[in-house]
């Protein structure tokens, strides 16, 4: 088939009605159209109506769909499949072989990577070294450690003591 006028009827009422079924799920309108020529003129007035309520602005009725012409059909396919819903999901004509797969996984990693904050090489060591004391931020890392003191039990010997600048006195010093 290299025109749509060369569908026949049948292909024609089938290819609108399911058209109709996928944009509004509420239609039930039959894929085919019975034998006896009174149901068939009411059925396609069923399914003119149909497209003219999900609002193509052209004329169309029973004659549009038992007696097409070329354009008719074209602008009625062309409307109903710009109003079919568009599928979100990524479609991949690639086989999964094991490149694909690790491909996958790489870009999945490196995504996942990007979306974690930042930190220098030289301070990645203290978010190991600190886990528990240490949160990631937005900013990077926020360390908090607890401060450590010996308890000072003074001094039994004088001569213990260290000298330096501080025991000295003050007009030495300067």
Excluded at 12 to 35: A, N
Excluded at 81 to 99: A, H
Excluded at 133 to 142: I, K, Q, V
């Amino acid at each position: 088939m290299k025109t749509v006028g060369s569908f026949g009827i049948e292909k024609v009422v089938e290819g609108v009605v399911r058209c109709l079924h996928t944009i509004s799920s509420d239609c039930d309108l039959p894929i085919s159209l019975p034998q006896n020529m009174a149901q068939r003129f009411r059925a396609a007035a069923a399914i003119a109506q149909a497209v003219k309520d999900t609002g193509y602005p052209g004329d169309i009725g029973y004659q549009s769909l038992l007696y097409p012409s070329e354009a008719d059909l074209r602008r009625i396919f062309m409307f109903l499949i710009e109003k079919l819903p568009r599928d979100s999901s990524p479609v991949s004509d690639e086989p999964l072989n094991k490149v694909t797969l690790i491909h996958r996984e790489a870009k999945r990693k490196v995504s996942e990577a990007l979306s974690q904050p930042w930190i220098p090489p030289h301070c990645r060591h203290v978010v190991h070294k600190h886990s528990s004391h240490a949160s990631l931020t937005n900013y990077g890392t926020a360390h908090t450690q607890g401060f450590i003191s010996k308890q000072f039990r003074g001094y039994e010997d004088p001569s213990q003591l260290k000298t330096g600048w501080w025991k000295a006195p003050i007009h030495e010093c300067l």
